[in-house]
């Protein structure tokens, strides 16, 4: 069972969403979810902000990557409200 259509769903469909703001938080560790698929997404995705955290693996619960999610949601806290 997949979570998408197709194995590049996501990359393949930048256009449709560039314009929403993005950060993706990826652990340089992380075996569940390879940091080249972050870095892809990226590339396709040049709006977006990567932040790689050098010292994570996959849990939000490690400390760089808790760090960065929150500093993400301060982020978004900080967007003009009628977007």
């Excluded at 652990?27 to 955290?53: F, M």
Aim: glycine residues 4%.
């Amino acid at each position: 069972m997949r979570f998408f259509e197709t194995e590049n769903y996501l990359i393949d469909n930048v256009p449709a969403i560039r314009h929403i703001p993005c950060f993706i938080v990826q652990g340089r560790y992380d075996v569940v979810c390879p940091a080249t698929s972050a870095w892809e997404l990226s590339k396709a995705w040049p709006e977006a902000q990567l932040k790689l955290i050098a010292d994570a693996g996959h849990s939000v619960w490690e400390p760089g990557i808790l760090s960065a999610v929150i500093e993400a949601c301060d982020a978004f806290r900080e967007l003009p409200k009628d977007s």
